[in-house]
């Protein structure tokens, strides 16, 4: 026979074991990285046939080994841009759509990418900080993301676009 205390016990220690492994599977594990965090992005631009959009999430986090509070140093952007013709008109020939994402530290530009499509594409990249000029970089507090229309491709450099509002997303 099991002596009340140790009973009881047993009981808090598997209330105990039960709330741990609850608190683990919730926060995803040992691996969670608590700095990381991500946010739905979209922006639209419409110019006389056409009509484009680009959304998808904007992931930041921390690469390097610093205390808390870890500035970010890289945004993981994963989504698609499209050009959609949505009006009777026939759209230019060889009209592009261009999603245009720029990372920012205060209003300095410290990163740009962009990926465009003549239809429908799905892109994945990160901005980063660059480590030059100096070896401590500057973080990342701001990511905007604009959709273009460019009426020939390849795309010209820097390009007669006509762009949509820029979305701003704060980090």
């Not at 009981?11 to 074991?17: D, M």
């Not at 959609?84 to 060889?94: H, K, L, M, Q, V």
Request: charged content about 15%.
């Amino acid at each position: 026979m099991t002596s009340p205390l140790l009973s009881r016990f047993g009981r808090v220690a598997a209330v105990v074991v039960a709330a741990a492994a609850t608190t683990f599977t919730l926060t995803g594990g040992a691996s969670a990285d608590p700095a990381a965090a991500s946010v739905a992005f979209k922006a639209e631009h419409t110019d006389r046939c056409i009509s484009s959009y680009t959304a998808g999430q904007l992931a930041w986090r921390n690469t390097l080994p610093v205390p808390p509070p870890e500035p970010v140093t890289t945004v993981k952007v994963t989504g698609e841009v499209a050009l959609r013709n949505t009006t009777p008109c026939a759209p230019p020939d060889g009209a592009v759509a261009v999603a245009v994402f720029t990372a920012y530290s205060g209003r300095t530009v410290v990163d740009t990418e962009r990926r465009s499509t003549t239809g429908a594409t799905k892109f994945e990249f990160v901005l980063t900080v660059p480590l030059v000029p100096t070896p401590t970089p500057v973080p990342i507090d701001r990511v905007t993301v604009q959709v273009c229309h460019a009426p020939i491709t390849p795309i010209p450099e820097p390009g007669p676009f006509t762009c949509g509002d820029i979305s701003s997303y704060p980090i």
